[in-house]
């Protein structure tokens, strides 16, 4: 079965920092585009950040830019959102999804992960 599932959410502090994993069964990774979006309450979902199949190109919203930083654990099938210097406005409910293309269409889902960012 086909399966993504994100973890590392919670509550931090603004300036915090967190780490957010997504885990894949049921498909490699690393054959796939994963990218990271968030949706906060009464908003449209957005895309936060995406790494190519490989990993060779990744790509940043520009209200994360050198805050967030997507990689891969090809061994464990991971890939990973860095969360840095954290803001309130980060808070949402983060995604991550496969695809072939960062710019194409994503097919599985996972159930999301809650980050807030509070004092």
């Known amino acids: 079965q086909l399966q993504l599932v994100e973890s590392g959410g919670g509550l931090v502090q603004p300036g915090g920092s967190l780490r957010l994993s997504c885990a894949a069964s049921?498909?490699?990774?690393?054959?796939?585009?994963i990218g990271w979006f968030r949706q906060a309450p009464g908003k449209e979902r957005e895309g936060v950040s995406c790494?190519?199949?490989?990993?060779?190109?990744?790509n940043y919203a520009d209200s994360v830019k050198g805050r967030f930083t997507i990689s891969r654990d090809n061994a464990k099938n991971l890939v990973y959102l860095q969360m840095n210097s954290l803001k309130p406005e980060d808070t949402a409910v983060y995604y991550c999804?496969?695809?072939?293309?960062?710019?194409?269409?994503?097919?599985?889902w996972g159930q999301g992960t809650q980050v807030t960012v509070s004092s």
């Open positions: 049921g498909f490699t990774l690393n054959y796939y585009a």
């Open positions: 999804a496969r695809g072939r293309l960062c710019r194409g269409s994503f097919d599985y």
């Open positions: 790494t190519s199949i490989g990993g060779g190109i990744t």
